[in-house]
């Protein structure tokens, strides 16, 4: 039974119920903080019950409390007797019985973590769809500012000396299979003219670097071809930013290594002269229209004025409106004020509505609080367990002749060897108590028949002699007194069995709490019987 109320005991605080620095076992658990555990776990079994946790003062209000509660544990399944009189003076092993019962009902809670798990990752999804997402339009908003910036393209033509990452049969079929017209790369067609350029004098340097390689002689111009190459600026491409046939013109032609730096050089320079160029007119574009625009409406403003004035019919229509404006002025503010009531009451509304959603948040957050200071201390009487757990299995290593069956054999035979001797004590017992009762039945029946032998003889002599009637006399008064202590000796020895018999009974109710329940009902009792006087004086003074 103790692992039993063991189990209980961690249950009902694993599942919330609180209990004082007292109430360490089962045996010292108030009757209401066993209410309270049975309310939490009927409560957890099925959420939509809705009983205090404070048992209530008055007696009939008591009495309906025990009954509301015996009514949930029997429709939660409960099939033995219960009422009242069990909630609120049960003994131990009626509520061992009950909470047993409602903890095996308690729900598990794998459901929940699934749950929990699945929205985790439903949101994880979400956010990495939304990020995807606004890259995209980061991406689209910063190339949408340039008409001339590049975008990489693949045409699926393999170059000698380019190393790719797969085999030549998966480039393959990822080109048939997989891999856009180089139309249909580029996310807007205004990029398509840029990019092919800067394809094109990207495979250009490529053979240009590749000639140089073939050479010793050359290695600055190989490692300013790098720089070049590994640059991330954006290529803009304009009429006469880089001319192509100018560039393979000097590859082809001139073999000097300075000559073709130089050229090179010339070119970038030129190049971003004329980058500098293009933004300067761009700005000057944009303000020039920007300009343009803003001429073009005072134009049209003034045109518009213009022929109003010009023309009376407008003017009179103007002036017709002008008049009745007053009267839609009213009613456009009487169609306000209705609007605006309506308005100032969806407004209340919603006000109340959020002052009790704050109420609740706040409710639940004393509430998280509250949870979270209990899981902490939970935790950390989890670790003291543990460490005292480490210990014993410490202890019990350290014992070498803990496990050994052989002493425990030797005491079992030792106890059947006592309870042996102890049968043969008691069956010697009985015998001799069976002789020296034979032998009290006999002296009994010697007694009666000495007694009746000399009653007679006394009884007839007794007549003609007054010493010997004196002796009659003293004899029957010996024989009273005689049979009277015989019969007072009867009575103590019954009256010892039935103390034993007590003694047995008490220490069997003990466990039942039967005086501190009778006590308890004398209090009750006493409180229904001061509530009832009460009552009498309130009707006697309000007839």
Known sequence: MEEIDSIIFCTLKGIGCEFSEHETSMTNIAQETFIKGIIICLQKIQPTISIPHTIPRSMSARYQYGITVADACKKVGYKSD???????????????????????????????????????????????????????????????????????????????????????????NFCINSLKYITEQPSDMKYLIPSLITLNTKRLLNIYESKLNSTDNLPKSRIYHEKIKTSNVPIISTHNAIDQNKIVNIIKNEPKESQELTCIEELLTQNCELKSLILKERSSKENLLAELKRLEKENTVKVKSLNIINNPEIISKLKNKIEASPDKIKKMNNKWSKYENEQILILSQLNAEINKKRANNNKLEVVYANEKLKLQNIFEEIKKKEDIIKICRNDLESKSNYNSRSSYTQRILEIISNIEKQKKEINKNIMETRLVQKDINSLDGKVERCFISIDELMFKVAKK???????????????????????????????????????????????????????????????????????????????
């Not at 003994?91 to 929990?116: A, G, Q, S, W």
């Not at 995209?136 to 949408?144: C, E, G, N, R, V």
């Not at 007054?466 to 009575?491: E, F, G, T």
Request: net charge positive.
């Open 82 to 172: 219960i009422g009242y009189q069990t909630i609120l003076y049960g003994d131990i092993v009626d509520m061992r019985r009950i909470l047993m019962f409602l903890i095996e009902k308690l729900p598990k809670e794998t459901e929940n973590i699934i749950e929990y798990k699945n929205k985790r990752f439903t949101i994880i999804k979400e956010l990495k769809r939304i990020l995807s997402y606004t890259r995209q339009t980061l991406d689209s908003s910063s190339l949408s500012n340039y008409s001339f910036v590049s975008v990489p393209l693949d045409t699926g033509i393999s170059v000698p000396g380019h190393k790719r990452d797969c085999t030549p049969a998966e480039w393959r």
């Open 465 to 543: 002699d007054d010493i010997i009637r004196k002796c009659y006399k003293l004899l029957a008064a010996i024989h009273s007194n005689s049979s009277s202590i015989i019969a007072s000796v009867k009575q103590t020895g019954t009256i010892g069995r039935e103390i034993k018999d007590l003694e047995e009974q008490i220490e069997n109710e003990n466990p039942h709490q039967a005086t501190a329940n009778i006590q308890k009902l004398k209090q009750d009792l006493e409180l229904v019987k001061n509530e009832q006087l009460i009552l009498l004086k309130k009707l006697k003074v309000d007839p």
